[in-house]
């Protein structure tokens, strides 16, 4: 078994935005992101992304349109020489979806770790020695419910309220560690013990 990342996708690998990404023309890759999967990936971490989609519950996109924007998102990492990331997880689900098919409490949506108990099944991954890397309290809920280290990244959308749905988390949303930006948690991680 390996030690994986996981990592949210808005606000972390891409820059939050006020409206939806609706499709690859709209990705923006922040500063640093490149270069901190490289470090990680060295490392011999597996780097899996785990995103909650409501856009898709919304009936926004579909999966198929989400899947083009995804693939955009790992070449363009690539192209910016990040390694290819292990793959990409994502919750298409909300309670108050738009889309009867989409409206149920699952056990993917973060801040349930059912995401990235898949992603662990499918990479082997020992969550143990796991990190969770994200920007909301759901994330990091979502890491320490899977048994994995947590870094809070406080790039500002960390004090945002919760996202209509989130239960109150109370401690489960307190992160191991904080970071600004994703280089600086790959330097926490590599810099603490496996």
Known sequence: MTAAVFLDRDGVLIEERDDFVVDASRLRILDGVAAGLGKLGRAGFALAVVTNQPVVARGII???????IHQSLLDQLVALGAPRLDGVW?????????????RLECDCRKPKAGMLRRAAAALNIDLSSSWMIGDRPSDIAAGRAAGCQTILLECGRHLDPPIVGAENLGATAIPHRRARTLLHASEIILGSPK
Do not use: K
């Open 62 to 68: 579909d999966e198929a349109q989400l899947g083009r």
């Open 90 to 102: 994502f919750c298409p689900h909300h309670p108050q979806a738009t889309l009867d098919r989409y």
